[in-house]
Nanobody, 118 residues
Framework: QVQVVESGGGLVQPGGSLTLSCSASGTIFKFDVMGWYRQTPGKERDLVATITDRGGRTYADSVKGRFTISGNNAKNTVSLQMNSLEPEDTAVYYC????????????WGKGTLVTVSE
């Protein structure tokens, strides 16, 4: 069983910055794709950013130019640097670890709350 654990959430003022971190353990396999999603009450979980084992990155339009995802495939870790935060970025952020080749798996962390407010 793969364990996925996020850290780094908290309260930040509009315009501020925050970094989220995530690590996956309990497996010898490395991720094919690892990334961040977010969810607010009553809404679906939406993609924020992902990174592949080869370094390919995908961002939601709403965070392009403000958020940067980085990952270490050998260590099964990923981080999300969030700058110029807006109140609309307030959400629970979930880390996802995924393998789509060979041994396949799709695992989620429990989430970390990011609140952007005065």
């Amino acid at each position: 069983q793969v364990q996925v654990v996020e850290s780094g959430g908290g309260l930040v003022q509009p315009g501020g910055s925050l970094t989220l971190s995530c690590s996956a353990s309990g497996t010898i396999f490395k991720f094919d794709v690892m990334g961040w999603y977010r969810q607010t009450p009553g809404k679906e979980r939406d993609l924020v950013a992902t990174i592949t084992d080869r370094g390919g990155r995908t961002y939601a339009d709403s965070v392009k130019g403000r958020f940067t995802i980085s990952g270490n495939n050998a260590k099964n870790t990923v981080s999300l640097q969030m700058n110029s935060l807006e109140p609309e970025d307030t959400a629970v952020y979930y880390c996802n670890w995924k393998r789509v080749r060979g041994w396949q798996g799709n695992y989620w962390g429990k989430g970390t709350l990011v609140t952007v407010s005065e």
